[in-house]
């Protein structure tokens, strides 16, 4: 080993590791023994001190804890001083942290503070011939792909949810974990007042995604597209214009100012594919679309676009799957 | 209530993106193919310093970084009620990366003196980052919240503000303090054609690099202080989609044979 690392920084949800931690540490493992680097892991928070090791088990060769009530709240200013000073103190060549909402408020703070490049978002890492890092993300409304070098270090880079894969755990990995006691957290400035509520419907994790646009002409047609997401257990998102319209909760919103969902399934209803609903679900296994208008551009990115009225087509695709259903009885099970 | 905040506003002018043509063959982003408009987000910052401005008085100040051009977009921001704008324009401050960028605006703060509220919008259309605003408010060693969707009150030392991070978190913050914010913050108003016209004759401070140097040394702006590189830029293409097309009748059982095998028989 060679003493020098990647650094990935392990998300808490509460007291439980966000999954994307582990898809970091998956990457990291693969080009830490390109370059001959070590993983290291920091999670912080209160109560999370036996998480550790899972950390180790899908990858981490090192743990930093830092297991501190004054921690369990997110506060960016704490949580940024304690990651800028253990940077300071272990040097790693690449740190590495999730583009989730709150990794994104985080990340862009420990980057000014160690004056160093910070690549947003990425959905791509890629080491080339002579040794550096190269990482990929996307701009202009998801319409480029920008290949980014970083000139200083650590080199920074935020990477999206679901775009790296879920590594094997392995329980008979072994690390070593550090636990710290920080001598004083400094927060000042910031007070978390609590939780004010909860998302309602979590797209970035769904596998099916019934998706609905301006196609739709009232409210209450929703429920056509809950019927057929609810008999393809997955559930409903919808376009920009029907939050505005507050048909709907922007947690069902796709694209560029809402989720960027990646399911294995994506139907999109009456979405014609602005560049900022493309910007949500590009990235999607299967794209079926349905629209009137055959010129609509959501058809360019579809692998499967029907040209057809959504209130014709979507009923009797659901009387399809229900027949299909009620034939083969118990033989078919939700995904 | 006397409480005289003093605002900024952070704005860029970017492509209108609906418009803008990609080449794909050399990767280049042809912005001359779309006209120019201020970023659909900080529309809604501008608006929000607007309405608090309104309801506690105070002042609303503009800054933009980039061309001459961008004067349009700070004209717009005086013609929805903004009190003074700032270009910063000059050769040296171009192809910055996020860093720079921030390094040039909160430098441009720091001149510009005492402050309570700085407001930006959550990303740009066309850099995508939205790492600009945190950078900024760490440089001037001041708090920030993102993703604000609502501000619940404000005083003269304090604002509390709901971060949407998926799920929502109240925060309060105590000024001078940086918020980005979502498109459900508020509604952006439209400027009346007086104000236009009355905007169109306005003045816009264009500062350049030289008006920083007090603040930061010239090696840590645009190009020559960015710590990021774009080595080369892809257009992506459909190419791998399969792009079938139906109608009619078959439409219907071909979609539920697929749903079948993909979803239910799995």
């Known amino acids: 080993m060679s003493g020098k690392g990647i650094l990935v920084y392990a998300e808490t949800v509460g007291s439980d590791i966000h999954p994307i931690s582990f898809e970091l ?13 070590e993983v290291w892991s920091v999670i912080l928070g209160y109560g999370i001190g036996d998480k550790a090791s899972e950390l180790i088990y899908h990858g981490a060769d090192k743990v930093y804890v830092y297991d501190d009530e004054r921690l369990s709240d997110l506060n960016v200013i704490a949580y940024k001083n304690v990651l800028v000073d253990l940077v300071r ?22 980057a000014a503070a160690l004056d160093t490049g910070l690549t947003a978002d990425c959905i791509d890492l890629q080491v080339s011939e002579d040794g550096k890092l190269i990482q990929i993300r996307p701009a202009f409304t998801g319409n480029i792909l920008a290949y980014i070098e970083t000139v200083s270090k ?41 939780k004010v509520s909860e998302r309602r419907v979590n797209l970035a994790d769904a596998e099916v995604i019934v998706a609905g646009g301006r196609g739709l002409k009232k409210k209450e047609d929703l429920k056509l597209l809950e019927e057929l997401a609810n008999l393809l257990g997955g559930v409903v998102g919808v376009s920009r214009p029907l939050v505005e319209e507050g048909w709907i909760s922007k947690d069902h919103q796709v694209g560029f100012s809402g989720n960027t969902v990646k399911p294995r399934l ?42 057809a009225d959504l209130y014709e087509f979507i009923p009797r695709l659901i009387r399809f799957l229900k027949e299909v259903k009620g034939r083969e009885g118990g033989g078919i099970e939700r995904a | 209530m006397a409480q005289q905040l ?13 418009k803008v043509r990609f080449d794909v063959e050399t990767g280049r982003v042809d912005r001359s193919s779309a006209p120019a408009e201020t970023n659909p987000f900080d529309l809604n910052a501008l608006e929000a310093g607007l309405q608090i ?32 704008a700032i270009l910063l324009t000059d050769p040296r401050l171009a192809g910055a990366d996020t860093i720079a960028t921030a390094k040039a605006l909160a430098s441009a703060i720091r001149k510009l003196g005492e402050f309570d509220l700085i407001l930006c919008g959550e990303k740009t259309v066309d850099g995508d980052t939205g790492q600009v605003g945190p950078e900024v408010a760490e440089l001037l060693g001041i708090p920030h919240a993102a993703y604000v969707c609502e501000i619940r009150d404000v005083s003269r030392d304090k604002i509390t503000v709901v971060s949407d991070m998926g799920d929502k978190y109240l925060y309060e913050l105590e000024l001078p303090a ?23 004759r306005a003045k816009i401070e264009a500062w350049t690099a030289e008006d920083l140097l007090d603040y930061i040394s ?32 078959d439409a219907v059982e071909e979609i539920g044979e697929l749903l079948l095998k993909e979803v239910l028989r799995r």
Request: charged share 30%; with cysteine; proline share 7%.
């Open chain 1, 25 to 37: 540490l998956g990457k990291a493992r693969e080009i830490a023994d390109k370059l001959n680097l």
């Open chain 1, 89 to 110: 103190e272990t040097k790693p060549e690449i740190f590495l942290i999730g583009a989730t909402p709150w990794g994104r408020s985080l990340a862009p703070r420990i």
């Open chain 1, 154 to 194: 650590p080199i920074m880079t935020t990477i999206r949810y679901k775009v790296m894969k879920m590594p094997k755990r392995d329980p008979s990995r072994k690390g070593e974990i550090i636990v710290r006691k920080p001598e004083k957290i400094d927060a000042d400035g910031i007070r978390f007042l609590g």
């Open chain 1, 266 to 307: 994506y139907i999109a209803c009456g979405i014609s594919g602005s560049p900022q609903h493309l910007a949500g679900m590009r990235d999607s296994n299967i794209i079926i679309a349905v629209n009137t208008d055959p010129s609509a551009p959501i058809f360019r990115h579809a692998d499967y676009g029907v040209v």
């Open chain 2, 6 to 18: 003093r605002i900024i506003v952070l704005i860029k002018q970017v492509p209108d993106i609906e």
């Open chain 2, 53 to 84: 401005k309104e309801r506690f008085g105070g002042s609303v100040t503009v800054i933009s970084m980039g061309p001459r051009q961008a004067e349009s977009s700070l004209k717009d921001a005086l013609a929805r009620g903004a009190d003074r």
């Open chain 2, 178 to 200: 940086l918020l980005t914010v979502t498109r459900e913050l508020n509604s952006p108003r439209l400027p009346t054609l007086k104000d236009l016209l009355r905007a169109k």
């Open chain 2, 218 to 249: 010239i090696d840590q702006l645009g190009f020559q202080g960015s710590r990021t590189r774009v080595v080369k830029v892809v257009i992506p293409t459909t190419e791998h989609r399969k792009g079938i097309i139906l109608k009619g009748e």
